[in-house]
């Protein structure tokens, strides 16, 4: 039985070539794939910051919501000795807030008496860098202000 020579035929070597991607193709994918990772990037972080200073305010609503309920209760607001504990603790009608949150930087909430602005109490956080003052995601968050 006679056997038919083994060559590769031109079509053959075509198609092989044509099967691959070239460097250049992949670098231009690259750079496409760089230029969304940064445009996303630069959209994105920024509301990360106003995602967690509108999570303090929603945070101070609740715990002032607790602070009512409180009042209600015990015909007074909690001392400053008390704390904002006082609200966790089991009273005759059960906890007003099952726990406290820490603020979106980790850090407990502040509470003083009295507040500011004729207020009886306030609750505050520090913001991101956890001092007093500040601008932006720094600036002090105050149930009082």
Same mark, same amino acid.
């Given at each position: ?7 590769? &035929?031109?079509?053959? /070597?075509?198609?092989?070539? =044509? ?22 990037? +630069? ?8 995602? /967690?200073?509108?999570?303090? =305010?929603?945070? +101070?609503?609740? +715990? ?5 309920? !409180? ?6 607001? %909690? ?21 406290? %949150?820490?603020?979106? !930087?980790?850090? %407990? ?5 009295? *507040? *500011?602005?004729? /207020?009886?109490?306030?609750?505050? &956080? ?10 932006? =995601?720094?600036?002090?968050?105050? &149930?009082? *202000?």
């Amino acid at each position: 039985m006679r056997t038919a020579p083994h060559f590769h &035929s031109p079509r053959r /070597q075509q198609v092989a070539a =044509e099967a691959g991607f070239t460097l250049v193709e992949l670098l231009v994918v690259l750079a496409i794939i760089g230029l969304l990772t940064t445009v996303v990037v +630069i959209n994105v972080l920024p509301m990360q910051g106003r995602a /967690q200073v509108q999570k303090a =305010e929603a945070d +101070i609503a609740l +715990i002032e919501q607790g602070l009512e309920f !409180w009042r209600i209760e015990t015909g007074r607001y %909690p001392t400053a000795e008390e704390g904002l504990a006082a609200l966790t603790a089991a009273g005759p009608t059960g906890a007003k807030l099952k726990n406290l %949150p820490n603020d979106p !930087w980790g850090k %407990p909430y502040g509470y003083a008496v009295p *507040g *500011g602005n004729d /207020q009886p109490y306030v609750v505050f &956080s520090l913001g991101a860098d956890g001092a007093e003052g500040g601008e932006g =995601e720094n600036a002090d968050l105050r &149930s009082d *202000g």
